[in-house]
């Protein structure tokens, strides 16, 4: 079967389960919420089905998940927010595919050695070009790679030529708190400080040639299959235009705990001694006498990858121009390297069908009421692309906005639901920052809910989805999640079931969808985001920022 029968195949199929989920909608349902169990059923099955080979960034299978979607909006009767009314927002992308042949050779005064592709780092390149020849580069070791005047910290002292033209080695996270000021960088939260997104750009800004990011499970949050996978097949990058002047960097890396050992063993250096003194203030950075040489060789291929984007108009003329934001990543990995079982689809089914199909249950909930009911200000439903290469979607719309960004009352984002069965405490992660937090208070007050904190702040969890890149241009946005006390589980059950997904099933093939899945809890977390976006939509005035909170000087509200 070639790509066009094969696309028209899964066309037919998508517009079938389209109108059996809207007809099965009104039966079936396990609570008294009117999210129904078998529609949500219905679209992750298609969503993480094989045949659409994990849903790619700018591959065919991913562009049929884009497809299903848009069928599903246009099919409940919402106008298209794209151009020309299209559901679809193109976004203009490069992406770079490094080869697996790749090493790394570091040169120290009396001995060397070569570090091999996914055993020992990976690399991309972000010069969005086939060929990268990086020769006899000096390596600096730079603690945590921060400079933050806030906290009085800068790992960047000396002159600026130290860090020009050299490959910058660098620690994950944030500097850990001590006893004398436990809230340094947030205490145990994650901050973006320590976020590789950040230390990217500020090697970039640095005019470094690399940064080479030294893992361990404990500072990332997650093992290192997750980086290799992640990082060793497409990554992707907005397009760079003519005359862009953001800097960028030819090399970005990372490198697994024994083989950063051994790299530092070169320039006769202990590298936990290093890192003990990466911790404090008066940290200077280090040059390693180590010289580092990589000639990358990348697959480069540039795509339009669209967001989907559906509008439902307000029913208030006074409101209706501003906006509710429901968003929820449809894109995954694809295929990539094989696992233990030899499957080399990343189905990506928790990660996110589930929250597009949730948003597409909403959708539909919200589409049905009758007029007078509707909510007074109009709801966007957005589904963004790429957001596994960095949130670029939701970055590319939140630049390029379909509504504007100060009309936009909040976003409230499903990325990854609760498949475990319902809890009594749901974690609405950013909702703190802003005038969302009543709100939700309130919803969960009604529904003999708590509100918990996020209980592993140290993974950073605020920054790694699609509802940052709006809280960053002042939008108030929250990502909605479940708590850990689950109805009829010890305690501690909730953690543990964490920890099994994220150390077997982040990021791999085995995230497929599985016939024991506990549609009850997933059911009563899209049902609250359902609440909160309805209960703000017919608010008075729109959310705001705390007025201390660090994005609350982005807001033009």
């Known amino acids: 079967m070639n790509l066009k029968t094969l696309s028209r195949t899964l066309i037919i199929t998508a517009a079938v389960v389209a109108l059996s989920a809207i007809v099965i909608a009104q039966r079936g349902r396990t609570t008294n919420s009117p999210i129904s169990e078998n529609a949500l059923r219905a679209h992750i099955k ?78 991309f390149t972000g010069s969005q070009t086939e060929k990268v020849d990086i020769e006899n580069a000096e390596m600096v070791f730079v603690g945590y790679g921060i400079d933050a005047p806030e906290q009085k910290w800068n790992d960047y002292k000396g002159p600026a030529d130290d860090y020009r033209g050299k490959i910058l080695v660098m620690l994950v996270n944030d500097p850990p708190a001590t006893s004398a000021e436990p809230n340094l960088f947030g205490g145990r939260a994650l901050t973006y400080y320590g976020r590789w997104t950040y230390k990217y750009e500020e090697a970039a800004r640095r005019g470094a040639v690399g940064a080479l990011l030294l893992h361990t499970n404990e500072s990332a949050g997650y093992p290192w299959s997750v980086v290799r996978t992640s990082n060793g097949s497409w990554r992707f990058d907005i397009a760079r235009t003519a005359g862009d002047k953001t800097p960028f960097l030819p090399i970005r890396s990372w490198m697994t705990d024994d083989a950063a050992h051994r790299l530092f063993s070169l320039a006769d250096m202990n590298l936990d001694e290093l890192r003990k003194q990466a911790a404090s203030r008066d940290f200077k950075p280090v040059k390693l006498s180590l010289k580092g040489s990589l000639n990358l060789n990348s697959e480069v291929k540039r795509v339009e990858a669209p967001n989907v984007a559906a509008i439902l108009p307000g029913h208030d003329p006074k409101l209706r121009n501003e906006y509710v934001v429901y968003s929820a990543h449809w894109d995954h990995l694809g295929i990539g390297a094989p696992n233990k079982s030899g499957d080399t689809i990343y189905n990506g089914a928790l990660d996110n069908a589930t929250g597009v199909a949730s948003v597409i249950e909403i959708a539909r909930v ?73 709100i939700v208070q309130q919803i969960a007050k009604e529904r003999g809910l708590r509100i918990s904190p996020d209980p592993r702040p140290e993974q950073g969890s605020f920054y790694r989805s699609d509802h940052f890149p709006f809280a960053k241009v002042g939008v108030p946005s929250i990502s909605l999640k479940e708590g850990d006390d689950y109805v009829g589980r010890a305690k501690g059950w909730g953690e543990k079931k964490f920890k099994e997904y994220n150390d077997a099933h982040y990021h791999q093939p085995s995230d497929e969808f599985r016939d024991d899945w506990n549609f009850a809890g997933m059911i009563q977390e899209a049902d609250f985001a359902l609440a909160i976006g309805r209960r703000v939509a017919d608010l008075p005035a729109m959310p705001k920022f705390n007025p201390n909170d660090e994005f609350a000087k982005n807001s033009k509200r």
């Open 46 to 123: 298609f969503l993480s089905d094989d045949r659409l080979e994990g849903r790619g960034t700018g591959a065919k299978g991913g562009e049929t998940a884009a497809l299903y979607i848009a069928e599903q909006f246009e099919a409940l009767g919402l106008k298209g927010a794209g151009p020309k009314g299209s559901f679809w927002q193109p976004v203009s992308l490069v992406g770079v595919k490094a080869d697996p042949k790749t090493e790394l050779r570091v040169n120290g005064e009396t001995k060397s050695e070569l570090f091999k592709f996914a055993d020992d780092f990976v690399a």
């Open 366 to 438: 919200l589409s049905q009421l009758p007029a007078a009911e509707k909510p007074r200000r109009s709801i966007l439903f957005l589904i963004p692309t790429a957001e596994e290469q960095g949130l670029i979607g939701a970055e590319w719309y939140t630049r390029h906005p379909l509504v504007p960004n100060e009309k936009t009352a909040a976003d409230i984002n499903l990325d990854s639901m609760n498949i475990l069965g319902p809890t009594h405490d749901f974690v609405p992660l950013g909702a703190e920052r802003s005038t969302l937090y009543p």
